[in-house]
């Protein structure tokens, strides 16, 4: 087969989406090389997508943003006509506006509908251009990839597409939580980013709908003699946690660290007593997964994918409750019991969410279209 994809976040984002399109560009290419990829991206090069994945790679000629984001949406269904793909996947919720004129065979990927469901999270303008992307490209695709059941059913729900048009397949977590840390890697990683000897964990861009700051008030109001890290890109949230922290003499045990490479987070991991997910809504939650991989006990939401991607492997809380998270960080604090059990329950979880099965159940797709 000859299949397309549209590798925009995969050049460009370095989390979320962008981890999500190179695995699934990885993946493929390590486990079905029989298959020609084709990459779609407004950028030619990138640093974040190793050249061995980037042999066949269509770009335009322009070097402006509008004509890069024109050919993005106007003129990639002309290339995906003229490459002969057999099969396009738009990997991170849209495919282009004139796909229809090639005949390939269509896959979009929605990873979630939180701005619908959190509309209070996002500005107007953006609410607006996401419905229409992510429901055009429901409509169109011949087939629809939900990262979770619960992005499924909340495909169902606001977009009244068909149940039998969708198919739920999970992510898999990078490579690089699977593999062994040197102690020295792990002491290099702590004195590069000043981290304590001893803290709970969150990662994921520092918003309001990740909720760090009931983590923090979980601390206080336990009076928890813990340091807190939190790893991600910093928005107008954080000043909130911050004033916090300053207000109830907590400053010295907070640590927030925004520009840590994808190569040092594994040990980050690795070195935390703990990882708290407190996120009020996901469409999956892949640092689950990662904190599994690394043998940390896991705390988060009982509600949404985060529950459903954690299962019985982690301590479910009520994320919007701060006493509810406090109960739970104490919990593993003081039992040694609870903390082993949790890990041991990870290390199974995360059979779930084999690489090569997912990847199998991705091609499986394409060749029924």
Not at 86 to 97: A, K, R, T, V, Y
Not at 296 to 305: A, E, L, M, N, R
């Amino acid at each position: 087969m000859k299949i397309g994809f549209d590798a925009k976040r995969a050049f460009l984002n370095r989390s979320g989406l962008g981890n999500y399109s190179r695995d699934v560009i990885r993946s493929l290419h390590r486990y079905y090389p029989e298959n020609q990829y084709v990459l779609f991206t407004p950028e030619k090069e990138t640093v974040l997508l190793e050249e061995k994945y980037r042999q066949n790679v269509v770009y335009p000629n322009t070097i402006t943003k509008i004509g890069k984001a024109r050919w993005r949406s106007l003129k990639m269904g002309e290339e995906i006509k003229n490459q002969k793909i057999d099969i396009f996947h738009g990997l991170s919720n849209e495919l282009p506006i004139n796909i229809n004129i090639a005949s390939a065979k269509k896959v979009v990927t929605i990873h979630d509908l939180i701005f619908i469901k959190y509309p209070q999270l996002y500005n107007f303008i953006d609410r607006k251009i996401y419905y229409r992307k992510f429901y055009d490209a429901c409509k169109s695709a011949d087939r629809i990839i939900a990262t979770s059941e619960q992005t499924k059913i909340d495909i169902i729900n606001y977009f009244k597409i068909k149940e039998n048009k969708i198919d739920v397949i999970y992510q898999a977590c990078s490579d690089i939580y699977t593999k062994e840390i040197s102690k020295e890697k792990i002491e290099a990683v702590r004195k590069t980013y000043n981290l304590p000897n001893n803290y709970i964990l969150t990662v994921g861009t520092i918003e309001r709908r990740k909720n760090v700051l009931n983590v923090l008030k979980a601390i206080y109001f336990f009076n928890l003699d813990v340091n807190y890290v939190v790893v991600g890109k910093q928005t107008a949230y954080c000043k909130e946690i911050i004033a916090y922290a300053k207000e109830h003499n907590m400053t010295d045990r907070l640590f927030i660290r925004e520009k840590v490479t994808n190569d040092d987070m594994p040990a980050i991991y690795r070195m935390a007593d703990m990882f708290v997910y407190p996120s009020i809504y996901e469409g999956f939650g892949i640092p689950i997964l990662e904190a599994f991989h690394s043998e940390v006990p896991v705390i988060t939401g009982d509600k949404s994918s985060t529950a459903e991607i954690a299962g019985d492997a982690a301590i479910q809380v009520d994320v919007l409750n701060p006493k509810s998270i406090g109960i739970a960080i104490k919990s593993v604090i003081e039992s040694d019991e609870i903390k082993k059990h949790l890990i041991n329950c990870g290390k199974i979880k995360v059979e779930q969410f084999d690489r090569e099965k997912l990847s199998g159940s991705l091609i499986d797709l394409y060749k029924k279209l």
